[in-house]
């Protein structure tokens, strides 16, 4: 009968009430009787499942994880991509010198503590791709080591996380070879860059998570804090190796949510108090000790961070002040009334200028100026910066009631045209929306009150001295309350291309801060120097650590959000997985040597395929159990629920969003993703193989109800894929490998053959030209 050859889905039983008061466990971790006989298991299978043939294939892989990262790291000895910042940082580590920068610091103080160990002075700058170490007698090779070895170890731990997970050892051996032979993840561990700091800590993360999950019935003992506090401390490594690490944190936290809905289950039969005991161990296991850790990130490098640096005008006047050296600290002088200054926009560096040029009657979209002296925002340093202070209110002869202080109403005086500064409900000459800055003649008191500026100094209290260097300011007008601003777009030819100065309508507009570059002189015209009691202190002024950790965080997130400039090699999330983009690294023309970042094509498209078969099972599982069908038996449909879906979640959360910044992206934005479904992969390939799975994984406890144990069987056809798939992505590697180690150079010709994708912008390729007959 043909019917009856076919497979026969076993239907749902009908649900029966059941007392488990003391089953406080799942249905797919329990220890029982074992139905199947190892014995009949492929005899390779059986060697690769022994201790040591798994520590065989292990060795194996870390062997050829090393050879290959450090194949040829002096190659080139110059500065590689953004080598030129990450080098640098350590650099400033090496000289105390305080930098910033939009990633968190643990990371770079390893390359600084890497270079301080190979022997590196700092004193090389990295200024410029291209500049060589080699000339510069830079110990490179020391510090590129680092990134190196924790690219390597990476792929043990990836290969310890499907073991732990409860995958054979040729599953597992088949996730490592994913990243184990990928261009990208290579090329990124040879350099002197983040991303290999931030991939291994997150793989630690995933692994120690895992191992925490796994004792989940021995809750509370010795060694469920140990992995508990691990997790925390790798986690904390990873948020503080690089600003995205902070998705490694929402994963874990989405997963212990979850993990705790699940303890919060009523069929469980928990106590509240039981519920409240779990929820507070995992509130200061994975939120207080992983904060504390990154806390001190910050700590110790604000304390070795303690002279003036190239960091300094990103932080506030406070903040500067607590740097030996900075010029704040030492030049910084009390204005006083009557003084003749020049101001500075805080963010472009412009002087607040003005020339005896008016504006034009009408602009170029037909609207009316009020023909005044012009205003703007000019680069270099000349005596029309120059502007004196004019006080609104009676003075003192002498003392210190002749001093600028916050909130004081003054007027500004052009010094060259002997004119106020001034701003009125005329539109601006770039922005219709904001007012136009001009001048009005001194001795024309009919615009008084549009004269009228109040120094609004930034973080002061009432009474608070301005001053020079430090006092950052905002010039608000009292009549309209706008504020003066200045932004990069140029003005036209008839204002000589300088920027414009406008009023923001916004008065507290973070962006329209400025600062007095330097006092001229005083209203005698002398040298401001002869003031005796401006002595400026030689020691630093002291600031809290926790202001010092708050005002760096969010300067971090601001400028991380402002990276919106376009790049050559910029790409969109969706062209990730599929390689659709790559970036150059580094070019060397006389030679035609490059290195081009791009993943191994084999293996990228493999987990693409991998993921999209998974969530094709997943939702055919849904559909056939919402029909009453069974098609998967529960221990590995719940394998593939909770621990493939645990990768999966980790692929999400490091790829989503993305999507959603506004930020330059690029490729190598994708590798803690690519790590994640390269798990998902292996997880993938052993559904496929077996119909039964490694199992119980999770220790037990005396409390655990027995469930019937088994294994996966895979045969023989597993090693033999693991061998053919490995062959295939070494060959690919291979294929790739001038691209990856950027030697040896390649005609054109060649360039073009490595060309896999027509949307990789490789250098040198040679130019198609057409056939003639």
């Not at 120097?529 to 950790?549: A, D, H, W």
């Not at 997130?557 to 999330?573: D, E, F, I, V």
Request: with cysteine; aromatic share 12%.
């Amino acid at each position: 009968m043909a019917g009856s050859s076919q497979p026969r889905l076993r239907k749902q039983p009908p649900l029966e009430p059941t007392n488990i008061e003391n089953d406080n466990v799942q249905d797919d971790e329990h220890v029982g009787e074992v139905y199947q006989n190892p014995k009949n298991r492929n005899n390779i299978e059986l060697l690769l499942e022994t201790s040591k043939g798994s520590v065989a294939v292990v060795s194996l892989l870390t062997t050829l994880a090393f050879a290959l990262r450090f194949y040829k790291i002096n190659h080139p000895d110059q500065v590689v991509f953004d080598e030129v910042h990450f080098g640098k940082f350590a650099s400033y580590y090496l000289r105390r010198e305080y930098y910033f920068d939009v990633h968190p610091p643990f990371a770079k103080m390893l390359f600084g503590l890497a270079g301080w160990f190979v022997g590196f002075d700092g004193d090389f700058q990295f200024e410029n791709i291209g500049d060589s170490y080699t000339t510069n007698h830079v110990p490179f090779v020391g510090m590129r080591a680092l990134p190196a070895i924790l690219g390597s170890l990476t792929i043990p731990v990836v290969y310890a996380i499907m073991k732990e997970s409860g995958y054979s050892t040729v599953i597992a051996a088949f996730s490592a070879c994913i990243v184990l032979f990928d261009n990208a993840h290579v090329a990124q561990s040879r350099l002197i860059l983040l991303d290999a700091t931030l991939i291994f800590f997150m793989a630690l993360t995933i692994y120690a998570y895992i191992r925490f999950r796994k004792l989940r019935y021995l809750a509370f003992s010795t060694e469920w804090w140990t992995w508990l506090i691990a997790t925390a401390t790798f986690m904390a490594c990873t948020w503080g190796s690089k600003v995205n690490g902070i998705l490694t944190v929402f994963t874990i936290g989405i997963a212990v949510l979850i993990d705790l809905w699940d303890i919060l289950d009523v069929k469980k039969n928990p106590s509240m108090e039981h519920f409240w005991k779990h929820f507070a161990a995992r509130a200061f296991g994975l939120i207080v000790v992983p904060f504390m850790i990154y806390l001190s990130f910050f700590y110790v490098h604000f304390a070795i961070l303690t002279h003036s640096g190239p960091g300094d005008t990103f932080m506030s006047p406070a903040f500067q002040e607590t740097l030996l050296g900075n010029e704040m600290l030492l030049n910084s002088h009390e204005i006083r009334y009557y003084d003749t200054i020049t101001m500075r926009h805080k963010d472009s560096k412009v002087f607040l200028h003005s020339h005896v040029e008016r504006y034009p009657l009408t602009y170029e979209d037909g609207r009316v100026s009020s023909q005044g002296q012009q205003v703007t925002g000019y680069g270099h340093n000349d005596t029309n910066n120059n502007w004196q202070i004019i006080p609104t209110k009676a003075l003192p002869e002498t003392g210190r009631g002749r001093i600028v202080r916050h909130n004081d109403v003054i007027q500004l005086l052009h010094v060259n045209t002997n004119t106020h500064l001034l701003t009125h409900d005329v539109a601006s000459p770039l922005m219709p929306t904001n007012q136009e800055f001009t001048t009005w003649a001194k001795d024309d008191h009919s615009r008084h009150n549009d004269t009228l500026f109040q120094v609004v100094l930034l973080d002061s209290h009432d009474g608070q001295a301005w001053k020079s260097k430090s006092g950052y300011f905002r010039l608000i007008h009292v009549p309209t309350k706008v504020s003066m601003w200045t932004h990069n777009k140029q003005l036209p030819d008839w204002a000589f291309k300088q920027q414009e100065i406008n009023g923001n309508k916004n008065p507290t507009e973070r962006t329209a801060t400025w600062f007095v570059d330097d006092i001229i002189a005083d209203e005698n015209g002398e040298d401001i120097k002869n003031r005796g009691e401006q002595v400026p202190k030689k020691e630093p002024k002291s600031m809290s650590f926790i202001k010092k950790f708050a005002e760096l965080q969010l300067l971090m997130m601001q400028h991380n959000a402002g990276l919106t400039a376009s790049h050559p090699y910029a790409s969109s999330p969706i062209n990730w997985p599929f390689l659709l983009s790559g970036i150059s690294f580094w070019t060397e023309s006389d030679s035609q040597k490059q290195i081009y970042l791009i993943g191994n094509l084999i293996g990228w498209w493999t987990c693409v395929v991998a993921l999209s078969i998974y969530v094709g099972i997943l939702g055919a599982d849904l559909l056939a159990r919402r029909r009453g069908i069974q098609p998967i038996p529960d221990p590995p449909r719940n394998r593939l629920w909770n621990n493939a879906g645990f990768f999966l979640l980790v692929w999400g959360v490091h790829y989503a969003p993305f999507f959603l910044m506004n930020r330059q992206l690029f490729v190598h934005h994708y590798l803690p993703s690519h790590l994640a479904s390269a798990m998902i992969a292996g997880a993938v390939l052993n559904f496929v193989l077996s119909d039964t799975i490694n199992y119980p994984i999770s220790v037990q406890s005396t409390t655990t109800r027995p469930r019937p144990s088994q294994y996966s069987d895979i045969g023989l056809k597993g090693p033999v894929i693991l061998v053919v798939f490995g062959i295939f992505l070494f060959a690919m590697f291979v294929f790739m490998a001038p691209l990856t180690y950027g030697t040896p150079g390649l005609d054109g010709t060649q360039v073009n053959s490595k060309r896999l994708l027509t949307t990789w912008t490789l250098h040198f390729a040679a130019k198609k030209t057409a056939e003639t007959v």
